[in-house]
């Protein structure tokens, strides 16, 4: 990140949060720790499009990002050496392909034995790709954990007679074996639903469901509980900006009225590392961001702070090693 008070924020080319470009990083930061992609698509929507500009208005709204956390007192870049990758290649006339598309871009990128990836959406598709792309990198041969930030499950089999919308990348994560249902969390989800049957999948297979309701009430506890399960377990943490509520988060396709603030969703961010100790997210995505939706920039804004507190997971994870 280079210096604001010697490089203003507002000058040069824009990369996610003003990290370095891939291909501009130092020999001796290499390979890097984290590459972080944009992935401009959204084929994948139920119902409005927009978010394919999201990785554009992210790397924009991101240059006001810093990188000392005054909670975990932490200096992000001090820890980690991070790299914007660029956007991935996509297929937008083709959800299934460009599962495939962006997975092969994203297995390209660092060292495929240490470099994690962290993409920046793009409709919530997107994610099937990454944790594809995680999975081979960092599963072995078990399942990973699923920490799960949004206001919908994402476990429809079909919508419009097709299986890789943003509305499905978690039922064809787990029917993969990339994902164990028993270790996904999925945090903030909220009604209305279309069906009561909207819920089966998700309860069926041992997801741990807890409801913007119950985060009111025992859900914290709850997170704790599976953080503890967790444990040093490779988990992958996906988070739809449409877990905030509207007035916090405006410029999303799927907005869910009555969702958390911005306050609460780092609480509940910063809640996952200090309860049991740092998780180990070896993969991320940040996802559904439609900055024409979006006055002032501010869901673009919030999205790259998501970033750099998911980012903090993992640094303050080291730092305690
Ligand atoms: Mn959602
Ligand atoms: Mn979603």
Redesign the pocket.
Known sequence: MPNPRATPRFAGIATLCRFPRLADVAREHQPVDWALYGVPFDSGVTYRPGARFAPRAIRAESQYVKPYHVEHNLMLTDILSLADAGDSPTAPYDLEANVTRVAEFAASLGDPRSTRLLAVGGD?SIALANIRATHARHGGKRPLALIHF???L?TTDRTFDHGYS?ASPFIRAIEEGLIDPRMMLSVGIKGPLNTPRDLDYAREHGVTIVTREDLLGSGPARIDAFMKRLAERAAYLTF?I??IDPAFAPG?G?P?VGGLSSTEAFGLLRRLATRNGPPNIVGADVV?VLPDRDPQGITSLLAGHIIMEVLCLDALRRLRK
Do not use: N
């Open positions: 919530h949004d206001s919908h994402d943003h739809d449409d877990v999303t799927t869910s559904e």
